[in-house]
C-alpha cells in the first residue's frame, strides 16, 4: 500500500500517513512556465495499492488536472489499484441542468477520474449524493460530521437548548441527520431563495429558535453568504447564540469578513481543505477528519 499528496492538502496527507504508521510517498509536481502540470512518481509502486490524496478545492481545475495526471502516472507505473481519496469534490454543485443548455460539470469531472484509471473514489460529503451514482466504479462516500459531532458533544450542550438549523431547504436531510444524533435536537431551517450564482437571499425561519443555541449545519461555505445571512435572521429570530458546523471551508471572498463580522459564537469546520494562515479568524475551529 503506498499514499502519494497531490499539491492541494499535504498536510492532512501527512496526518493521514501518520496515523497510517508509514511515509507519504515520494512525488515530484511541478508547474511549466505555460501552467502545465508535470508529474513523477519518484518510487515504484508496480503491483501496489495505491492511495492518490488531492481534494478539488481552489484553485479547483488546477487541482483536479493534477489529480488526473497523478492517476494517469500511476496507471502507467502498473499500479495494481488506484484510489483517488478526494477530500472535497469540486464542481459537485453541477449536478443537474438546472437551464437548458448547461453542462453537468459534477458528471463530467466523475468520467475524467474513471477515464484517468482510477479504480475507486473515496470522498468527503460530496455536495449532491447523486455523483456517487455517476460513476462506475465503487465510490466510498464518508462524511466529516463524525468528528464534528463528537467536538459537539464535548460543549455539553443541554439537548432543550439546541436547534439544528438548515440554512436552506435543500440542506434538511442532512441537518436532520445531524439533530437525530445530537439527541433528536429540535430542527428549524432557513427558507432562503437565491437571486444568482453566490447571491442568496434569505426569507424566514421555520421552526423555533427563540431563546436556543442555533446550530447551523452545511457541507460547505464557499463566500459564506447562505450561512452568515441565515446566522443573522436565526439572531432576528432571537437565538442565543450561533454556530456554524459545516465541512469543508471553501473560503472564497468575502467569506472571512462575513464570518467573522461577530454574528457567530463558533464556525466549526474540518480540514479537507487547508485554510491559509491570514484566513484564521478567532471564531473559527478546524477538526481533523484524517
Ligand atoms: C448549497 O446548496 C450549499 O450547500 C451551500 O449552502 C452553498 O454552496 C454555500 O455557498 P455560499 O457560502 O457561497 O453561500
Do not use: W
Not at 508509514?22 to 495505491?50: N, P
Not at 462516500?141 to 460543549?155: C, T
Not at 435543500?170 to 437571486?195: C, E
Not at 435572521?233 to 469578513?257: D, K, M, N, W
Request: glycine share 8%.
Amino acid at each position: 500500500l503506498r499514499v502519494f499528496s497531490g499539491s492541494a492538502n499535504k498536510a492532512l496527507a501527512q496526518e493521514v500517513t501518520h496515523y497510517l504508521g508509514m511515509e507519504l510517498g515520494s512525488i515530484t509536481s511541478k508547474r511549466f512556465a505555460d501552467g502545465e502540470i508535470y508529474i513523477q512518481i519518484q518510487e515504484s509502486i508496480r503491483g501496489c495499492d495505491v492511495f492518490l490524496i488531492q481534494p478539488s478545492c481552489p484553485p479547483v481545475n488546477d487541482n483536479l488536472m493534477e489529480l488526473l495526471i497523478m492517476i494517469d502516472a500511476c496507471k502507467r507505473a502498473s499500479a495494481r489499484s488506484i484510489t483517488a481519496v478526494i477530500p472535497y469534490y469540486g464542481y459537485a454543485r453541477a449536478d443537474r441542468k438546472v437551464k437548458g443548455r448547461e453542462s453537468i460539470a459534477a458528471k463530467l469531472t466523475a468520467n475524467l477520474i474513471t477515464e484517468a484509471g482510477a479504480d475507486r473514489v473515496l470522498a468527503m460529503d460530496i455536495h449532491s449524493g447523486q455523483c456517487v451514482g455517476y460513476f462506475d466504479i465503487p465510490v466510498d462516500h464518508i462524511f466529516g460530521e463524525s468528528v464534528i459531532l463528537d467536538y459537539l458533544a464535548s460543549k455539553r450542550i443541554q439537548t432543550g437548548d439546541l436547534a439544528v438549523v438548515s440554512p436552506d431547504v435543500g440542506g434538511v436531510a442532512r441537518a436532520r441527520g445531524f439533530a437525530k444524533k445530537l439527541n433528536d435536537a429540535p430542527l428549524a431551517i432557513v427558507d432562503k431563495r437565491r437571486s444568482g450564482h453566490n447571491m442568496s437571499e434569505v426569507m424566514n425561519v421555520i421552526g423555533d429558535v427563540r431563546g436556543k443555541v442555533a446550530v447551523l449545519v452545511d457541507d460547505m461555505i464557499d463566500t459564506a453568504g447562505t450561512i452568515s445571512q441565515a446566522a443573522k435572521v436565526l439572531r432576528q429570530e432571537g437565538a442565543r447564540e450561533v454556530y456554524a458546523c459545516t465541512t469543508h471551508p471553501v473560503f472564497s471572498p468575502p467569506a472571512i469578513e462575513r464570518l467573522s463580522s461577530g454574528v457567530f459564537e463558533e464556525v466549526i469546520v474540518t480540514n479537507t481543505i487547508p485554510i491559509a494562515p491570514e484566513n484564521i479568524f478567532p471564531e473559527l475551529t478546524i477538526l481533523s477528519v484524517a
